[in-house]
């Protein structure tokens, strides 16, 4: 039953409470501690974390993989926990359970990544059995070869995604041919084909060495276990990979910024996209002022491009910008899938809007990509794993913790004027380079009319 104010009682919903402002955060604070072998050991301590992670960062980029085997730096990481020489087979995957852990990785342009999610009072025998897996994978010839043959599935896989399709032609338009960014991270289908369990079990024996690499233990309790199990862990990288030099943004690929390269799907219903332009990084003085610019252009669902294109238009259900960085500078991506039939018209107009000489960027543009992007950084930042993985990724970089407390204190001044310097001079030189995958048939004609060369691959061109 509503109360009655007019008779004197207090309507609940009518006394709200204040809404009082965010209590200050900080990224938690690191101690940094070197091991004889060259292994960092870096400590967050996070009280009220019981679910601990421990991640190991080698450095062991895409780029170190033999070009003629590629993928294999993804093989031996999704085979490495198969089994040990001390816990062979299923035996290593029953000593996980047995004290609640996980385990899991990633290969990237960077270093490679192999962490383990623990119960905080399992801790110690977790970093045993992250050491063992790490030393002394058994990479089985049966395990290895059904790595392989779910690589070969997640080509596949590939094959039919838009998006995949869409990221590896943009890919393969910023980059050299020449560059491993170039090609699919977990390799091609000819590359697959080359690996054999020798040359996975020979490149973890060459490429899985401490020196250079970065253990970072992370939750509650992380200043106080030791590190023993990788204290005699010894050696360094041997040179059995392939390497190359470092892509600045003002270098390029060849070609125009009007040149389109297109997956065909002729099936698809909706053409998937993917501009790219490599930029400067973390390095800039300006990139926290680039971050917030993308931002406010598309990295909220108010931001510029999903006002016009979604809003508006009602050619899309989102489009998203953004920018990363990279072992060497960065990376602007504006990305998005959009009715077959007005696709090209979409490319034409979002491009347009990511020039900054079509309208800077306002304030309040500028201001709502600014709150959220430091507003949501204690959601980023919530778990042990998110902490450790980014702290792994920084000293990668050669940056410490303290890194994100100062990038985002220099994001929370960045105004109008800085957003618009930093879009005006770090992506208004930049030379867009956009992949498309979509009904070809469909699309080629109405880009070419809208002024774009278009070049039409197969995913097979791709992935093969």
């Known amino acids: 039953m509503s109360s009655n104010s007019a008779s004197g009682t207090v309507n609940p919903l009518n006394d709200r409470p204040e809404v009082s402002a965010a209590s200050p955060w900080t990224f938690p604070e690191a101690t940094v501690e070197a091991l004889g072998s060259g292994l960092e050991v870096v400590r967050v301590e996070m009280p009220g974390q019981q679910v601990v992670t421990a991640e190991l960062a080698m450095d062991v980029p895409l780029a170190a993989e033999p070009r003629a085997t590629e993928g294999i730096a993804n093989l031996v990481l999704s085979t490495s926990d198969e089994g040990t020489t001390v816990h062979p087979g299923a035996e290593m995957a029953e000593a996980m359970e047995r004290i609640g852990a996980s385990y899991d990785g990633s290969c ?17 025998e977790a970093l045993e059995l992250l050491a063992e897996v790490v030393r002394s994978t058994a990479l089985a010839d049966d395990d290895v070869m059904r790595q392989v043959a779910q690589g070969r599935a997640g080509l596949a896989q590939a094959a039919q995604s838009g998006p995949a399709l869409a990221g590896l032609a943009a890919a393969r338009a910023v980059w050299p041919l020449n560059h491993r960014a170039a090609r699919p991270t977990g390799g091609t289908e000819s590359s697959l084909d080359a690996v054999t369990p020798a040359a996975v079990r020979a490149f973890h024996e060459a490429m899985w060495r401490p020196a250079g690499g970065v253990l970072v233990l992370a939750g509650e309790g992380a200043s106080s276990v030791g590190a023993e199990a990788f204290e005699d862990w010894t050696g360094t990288r041997e040179g059995l990979g392939s390497e190359e030099e470092p892509v600045r943004a003002e270098s390029g690929a060849a070609g125009n910024r009007r040149r389109v390269m297109l997956v065909d799907r002729p099936d698809a219903v909706q053409a998937d996209l993917r501009v790219q332009a490599l930029v400067p990084g973390r390095d800039d003085p300006l990139w926290a002022a680039l971050k917030v610019a993308c931002g406010a252009l598309g990295g909220t669902f108010g931001s510029r491009l999903n006002t016009v294109l979604r809003e508006e238009k009602g050619w899309s259900y989102g489009v998203s910008v953004f920018a990363q960085a990279l072992r060497t500078g960065g990376l602007a991506t504006m990305g998005g899938a959009f009715r077959t039939e007005v696709a090209a018209q979409a490319l034409v107009t979002g491009l347009e809007l990511l020039d900054p000489t079509s309208r800077p960027l306002e304030e309040a543009e500028v201001t709502a990509a600014r709150d959220n992007a430091v507003g949501v950084a204690p959601l980023q930042y919530d778990t042990a794993s998110s902490v450790a993985h980014q702290v792994s ?42 992949g498309m995958a979509g009904n070809a048939a469909e699309l080629a004609p109405a880009l070419e009319g809208a002024g774009f060369e278009v070049e039409v691959v197969g995913p097979g061109d791709l992935l093969g």
């Open 393 to 434: 990724v920084l000293e990668m970089a050669g940056l410490s913790a303290g890194w994100v407390d100062d990038h985002m204190a220099a994001m929370a001044s960045v105004d109008a004027d800085a957003a618009n310097r930093a879009w005006t001079e770090l992506m208004s030189p930049a030379v867009w380079r956009i």
């Open 108 to 124: 990237g342009l960077t270093a490679t990544h192999a962490g383990i999610d623990v119960p905080r009072s399992n801790l110690h």
